[in-house]
């Protein structure tokens, strides 16, 4: 190959001495500065591995000379966040619940906070606006609540969660299921989910209905009171509005008091720090339900969750 090189008469450049189809391959040097550059990036690369972790190992990989980590990195970002949050936190963390409203700047500061643990926490049941995910779990934006809207109410119900079997402070009610335990035939269910649907303003009295306001009155009234006011020291909810977690058509009702649901809420109390719940607490506070003034409200383990209701 080599006696077949030679000097090609129009760039005065060798060639490598072989040719396809007529055409030939010039033996171009590469330009000195692109030559440089290669040269400099292996040093570089040297010097990488040498400083900063490179080399993968079994359940590591090498420190480097300088102890660099992006994990290190981002804990002293962490460390350094914490620190300039820390006089604000502090201060949310020394304010009792019920005196946060009085202190806007303190307030808004914790539902910012509490914002960003509900998006973290929360969103996967109540949504990303907190009206509630389907007809599975309950709209925070509305002013029903099963335990109450205050602020301490709230917080109550975010530490200690509901129906959380292995805590002796949770919430807790407990609706009969009146079908599927033979406590009403399926007359008397259909006949009490008349009385419902007439007290909430869905139909018009009727013979079913009727009859349905006596065992009503017998079955359900101790929990959700005479007129289905709601009673919040057993957690059952009110069924004289349009406002129904699980629906409110026939259908639905029928398949609640025939079977009901009883949903359950984490007790966040065991997962989350105080500020944290605190600020929690603040956030969904703000989202257009609490209440102004603290309600008071037992909470008994009881039979009479009720027939729909929320948090």
């Not at 440089?36 to 080399?55: E, H, K, M, Q, R």
């Amino acid at each position: 190959m080599a006696d077949n090189k030679r000097i090609d008469e129009a760039t005065g450049t060798s060639t490598v001495g072989h040719e396809w189809d007529g055409i030939e391959e010039l033996d171009t040097p590469m330009p000195r500065w692109w030559l440089w550059t290669f040269y400099a990036t292996i040093v570089w690369a040297l010097g990488y591995v040498i400083l900063y972790p490179a080399w993968p190992m079994i359940n590591s990989a090498t420190e480097g000379v300088l102890g660099w980590s992006s994990r290190g990195e981002l804990e002293k970002e962490l460390q350094a966040d914490a620190a300039r949050r820390a006089p604000i936190v502090n201060a949310i963390a020394a304010t009792p619940i019920a005196e946060l409203p009085a202190k806007p700047e303190l307030m808004q500061a914790a539902v910012q906070g509490g914002s960003a643990a509900f998006k973290v926490h929360c969103v996967q049941c109540h949504g990303a606006g907190g009206a509630g995910v389907s007809k599975l779990y309950p709209s925070l934006t509305d002013d029903d609540w099963l335990w109450g809207g205050d602020l301490d109410s709230i917080e109550y119900t975010i530490v200690h969660g509901i129906r959380n079997p292995d805590h002796g402070e949770t919430r807790t009610s407990l609706m009969p299921a009146f079908g599927r335990d033979g406590i009403l035939d399926a007359r008397g269910v259909a006949d009490v989910v008349s009385h419902i649907r007439v007290i909430s303003g869905q139909e018009k009295p009727s013979a079913s209905a009727t009859r349905g306001a006596a065992l009503y009155e017998a079955n359900c009234a101790v929990c959700h009171g005479a007129a289905g006011e709601g009673g919040r020291a057993f957690g059952a909810p009110k069924l004289t509005d349009a406002i129904w977690l699980y629906g409110g058509d026939r259908a639905s009702l029928t398949a609640t008091v025939h079977n009901p649901r009883n949903g359950v809420m984490p007790r966040w109390g065991a997962r989350l720090d105080p500020v944290t719940i605190k600020m929690l607490t603040a956030y969904v506070y703000s989202l257009g339900g609490g209440e102004k003034a603290p309600v008071a409200a037992a909470t008994p383990t009881v039979e009479g969750q009720g027939a729909d209701g929320q948090p």
